[in-house]
Every structure is written in structure tokens, then in C-alpha cells.
């Protein structure tokens, strides 16, 4: 049986600075160049390792990506500084994930067609929360003058997805008719920009989408069917948190920083995904060839293609059925998938999509929806 329930509207956030693979590299490559220059008689010892320089070329081919966006593009492309210039968190101020969230929020708002009074709760899914409490959620439920309740939840990846499966539960049992999801992704505090493999893969960005039982939106889709996943793997990690000032095995900031073994991820996920969502779309008498879009996680293009030709049968399809948004966003963390949906989802009625996340957990989520 389908509840009525709907996104009633999305929106999306990202900071000016743009950042392409030329001007990244160009940072890394002379940030290479000084450590092998200052650590020369090391290198020739055997007691360091050289490193070795980045290239353009290489993370287009390997991750599609040619640009992203950067909160701080100074800070972060400073070959003295190697990451971006934030202020602490603090009682006083709204916090930048606030700001940012709300931004994003009015958007989603003014496309669902609904007013802060509207809404009974908000709940903010993220991958990296700023702080543990107060929650985010009722930080900006507070700003936006928003009744009812808020929270928040870590679901790495899955976060935004979870979040918006979350939003469902609570509409359909009665807690809530409409609730605004919210998912700040500033992923670059997080990343080590000296580290040849990661620094070109996340930017920064925020996305939010209203979740309203019978809504009366142009640009509603309805929610037809939810799957959610979960597998534990180390393959993508963070050890950084609150237990780091006190532990007695001390680590260095950049050994708690974000992690990954990228080939052990793509092998993993993508036969993972494409039988979730062929099982998904079989469940729900949806042939594959049926989905207008296909709303994908933006971790790497080459699987999102793999993950389409698999559920598709053949490496032979219109590539305009899968948005890449990760070609000038990068790896947007959990709204990957919502800022697809959010680009590109001029649907006809009766016209369905399948936008699914996937990575960190592992957690996977995948909900097929259908233009009002
Ligand atoms: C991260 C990712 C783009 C890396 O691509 P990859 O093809 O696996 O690349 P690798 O890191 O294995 O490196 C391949 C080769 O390029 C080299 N290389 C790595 N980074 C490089 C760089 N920036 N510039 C030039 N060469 C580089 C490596 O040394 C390696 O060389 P070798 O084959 O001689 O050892 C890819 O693995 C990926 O996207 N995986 C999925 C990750 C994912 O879904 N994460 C979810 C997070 S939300």
C-alpha cells in the first residue's frame, strides 16, 4: 500500500569558489616540490619517502571529476596551510552548517510551496556534524522559527537518503505531515590535501528537500518504494572525534583524517547496488528500462556507469538517464544523489526515478519515486 507521500521540493547550496583540477594540482605539485626539495638528504638515505606529483589528466580519468567547490579556496590551495581557514563552533554565532542548511532550506521551502508554520519537524542527516550537541537540526528549527521537533543522524554517505527514509516513517505513522531535511556537506575540513590519492576527491556543499504528506507542489515527486542497506567495512573511515584528546595511543590529526581504499569501495558497492536496486525495481513490477533517471550517488563516474549498464542489462544507454553532477561538484558526501535529483528532474507525470546513495558504512538507500 503507497502512503502519499512526497519530496515535495528540493533545493541546493554550494559556496562561490570554484576549484578545478588545474589550480588544485598546481597547489599539490608545489607542495610536493618543497617537501622533496627540504627533505632531499632524507629521501637519499631511505628514511623518507619521496612523493610523488598529482595530475590533471589523472583525476579526470580516474573519478570524471574536473571541478568542485571549496568553502575556503585560499586556505585550502596555501601550500603552507593545505586546508581551509573555519572558525571554531560557538554559542554566540549560528554555525557555518546553520547558514548554509537554511540557505538550501528556503529553497526546497519556496518549491514545495510551504511556510515555516507548515512544518512539524526538521531533521538533519550529515557525514561530518560539526559538533555533538546542541543538535544542528534544532539550532536551525530555532533560527527558521519551526515548531514540533528536530534531531540529528550520521549515516556517512546514506546520511541524506536515511534522512529523507526517516521523514517517511514519521509522516506515515502520524508524528508529522511535513518535515524539512536538511544535509550540510562541508567535507573539506576533513580532507587531506597532501595526499595524492584524496585531494582531488570532495567538495563542499548542502542540500534540503521537503517530505509532506499530500502535497499540492508542481515539483512533487511521490515516494513509491524504500530500501536500506547496511554492511560494516573499514574500506571508508574516520577516527576522528571526541575520544582523540583524551586517548593514550595518540594519533596525528592527519592519521584521524577521512580514509579510504577507493578499488576496495568500487568492488565492493557497485555488484552490492545494482542488485538492491534490479531487486528493488523487480519488487515493485518496474522494469529497468522504465526509469527515467537514475538520481546516483557521485562518488566516481565509472560507477555510476557500471551500476547503470548492471541494472540496465547493457553498457548501451542514453548517458542523460544518469546526471553527473560530480563533473563539476566532485564527491558532495550524502547529497551527491539529491543535488543529481535537484539538477535534473524535469520528469513528465507518471514518470519514475530511482535516487539511491551509497559508500561510507557500508549504508546504502535507495527510493523510487514518481513525478506527481
Ligand atoms: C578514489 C578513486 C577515484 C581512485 O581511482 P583508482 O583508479 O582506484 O586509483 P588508485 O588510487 O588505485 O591509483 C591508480 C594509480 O594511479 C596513481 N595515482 C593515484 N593518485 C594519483 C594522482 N592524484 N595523480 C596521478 N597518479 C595518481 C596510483 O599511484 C596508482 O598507480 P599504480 O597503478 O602504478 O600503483 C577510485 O578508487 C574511486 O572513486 N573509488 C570509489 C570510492 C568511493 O565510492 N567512495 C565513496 C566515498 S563517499
Known amino acids: 500500500m503507497h502512503n502519499n507521500i512526497f519530496i515535495a521540493g528540493s533545493g541546493i547550496w554550494y559556496p562561490e569558489a570554484r576549484v578545478s583540477n588545474e589550480e588544485l594540482v598546481n597547489s599539490y605539485n608545489q607542495y610536493v616540490e618543497n617537501f622533496n626539495n627540504n627533505n632531499r638528504e632524507s629521501i637519499e638515505d631511505g628514511s623518507v619517502e619521496a612523493m610523488e606529483f598529482s595530475s590533471a589528466e589523472f583525476i579526470e580519468k580516474a573519478s570524471n571529476i574536473k571541478s568542485r567547490y571549496f568553502i575556503d579556496k585560499e586556505g585550502s590551495l596555501d601550500i603552507n596551510r593545505m586546508k581551509p581557514r573555519v572558525n571554531n563552533e560557538h554559542p554566540d554565532r549560528l554555525s557555518m552548517h546553520a547558514k548554509v542548511g537554511i540557505k538550501a532550506a528556503k529553497k526546497a521551502m519556496k518549491q514545495a510551496n510551504v511556510s515555516p508554520s507548515q512544518i512539524d519537524a526538521v531533521i538533519v542527516g550529515t557525514s561530518h556534524a560539526p559538533r555533538n550537541y546542541p543538535a544542528l537540526a534544532i539550532e536551525i528549527q530555532n533560527e527558521m522559527g519551526i515548531k514540533g521537533y528536530a534531531y540529528d543522524m550520521l549515516v556517512g554517505c546514506s546520511s541524506t537518503t536515511f534522512a529523507i527514509n526517516n521523514a517517511y516513517s514519521d509522516i506515515a505513522s502520524g508524528l508529522a505531515e511535513t518535515i524539512l531535511v536538511i544535509n550540510p556537506e562541508i567535507n573539506t575540513p576533513h580532507v587531506n590535501f597532501t595526499q595524492r590519492d584524496k585531494h582531488f576527491i570532495f567538495g563542499d556543499g548542502c542540500a534540503a528537500c521537503v517530505v509532506q504528506k499530500n502535497s499540492n507542489s508542481n515539483n512533487a515527486y511521490k515516494i513509491i518504494d524504500r530500501k536500506l542497506h547496511t554492511q560494516f567495512s573499514n574500506n571508508i573511515r574516520s577516527n576522528f572525534g571526541y575520544l582523540n584528546r583524551a586517548a593514550i595511543d595518540v594519533k596525528t590529526n ?25 531487486n528493488q525495481l523487480e519488487k515493485n513490477n518496474i522494469l529497468p528500462h522504465e526509469v527515467a533517471k537514475f538520481w546516483l550517488h557521485q562518488a566516481n563516474g565509472k560507477m555510476i556507469r557500471l551500476i547503470t549498464s548492471k541494472i540496465l542489462g547493457t553498457d548501451d544507454f542514453d548517458e542523460s538517464i544518469t546526471p553527473m553532477p560530480i563533473i563539476n561538484f566532485g564527491n558532495l558526501a550524502s547529497v551527491g544523489s539529491l543535488f543529481a535529483f535537484n539538477l535534473d528532474n524535469d520528469l513528465e507525470p507518471g514518470q519514475k526515478g530511482v535516487i539511491c546513495s551509497f559508500g561510507a558504512g557500508y549504508s546504502v538507500c535507495s527510493i523510487i519515486v514518481e513525478k506527481l
Open 254 to 278: 592527519e592519521e584521524l583524517l577521512f580514509h579510504q581504499n577507493g578499488r576496495g569501495v568500487f568492488k565492493d558497492v557497485c555488484p552490492l547496488v545494482a542488485s538492491l536496486i534490479s
